[in-house]
Each structure stands twice: as C-alpha cells, then as structure tokens.
Nanobody, 117 residues
Framework: QVQLVESGGGLVEAGESLRLSCTAS????????IHWYRQAPGKEREFVAA???????SYSDSVKGRFTISRGNGQNTILLQMDGLKLEDTAIYYC???????????WGPGTQVTVSS
C-alpha cells in the first residue's frame, strides 16, 4: 500500500498563498488519480482537486481559479498551489490516491491550513 504524507500547511492571512505537497512512498503512475480533500471543523470532508491521466485536472467550484494541482519534479510528489486564500479555506487538507490495478486506496494523515483575517 502506498504511504502518503502531506506537508506545507500553516497559518497565513487572507489573500496570501501556500503550497501543499503530497509525497508518496513510491513513484506514482501518471494514470493513477490523486485527489486533494479537505475537512473543516464540524463539516464533512470535501473534494478540492484531482489530477489523473494525461495530467487531467478538476477542481471544486469553491477553489477553481485560485488553486492549482500539479505534479512535482519527482515521480512521487503532487502539489497544491493555493492562492488568494480565504477564511473558508481553513481546514485539514488530505491527499488520497485512487485504488485500482496499482493497489488499494490510501489517505495521508493531513496537514492543517489556517487562514486568518
């Protein structure tokens, strides 16, 4: 099972940027989907962004135009560039790798993002 670890979270002011990283224990096949999710206090975990085959990307409406998902320079890193952060972006951010012929799904432990006014 692939192990995932998120990093890059922190405390920022509204309007600022952060870049999150999701590092896998093994190389990630370029056709294996990787998603970012987030969970705010008292709320359900929600989809944020995804990258998959041929670097296809998708975003939730709440982050579209502000967040960018991409692959890092290595074969085992997925990035989430978050610009124009808002108070409502405060959450724990998780990366998730899809199950399939490669193996079972896996979640990282999460990284906290806090946006202050």
């Amino acid at each position: 099972q692939v192990q995932l670890v998120e990093s890059g979270g922190g405390l920022v002011e509204a309007g600022e940027s952060l870049r999150l990283s999701c590092t896998a224990s093994t190389a990630i096949p370029r056709n294996r989907p990787i998603h970012w999710y987030r969970q705010a206090p008292g709320k359900e975990r929600e989809f944020v962004a995804a990258i998959g085959t041929a670097d296809y990307t998708s975003y939730s409406d709440s982050v579209k135009g502000r967040f960018t998902i991409s692959r890092g320079n290595g074969q085992n890193t997925i990035l989430l560039q978050m610009d124009g952060l808002k108070l409502e972006d405060t959450a724990i951010y998780y990366c998730w790798i899809a199950p399939g012929v490669w193996g079972p799904e896996s979640w990282g432990p999460g990284t906290q993002v806090t946006v202050s006014s």
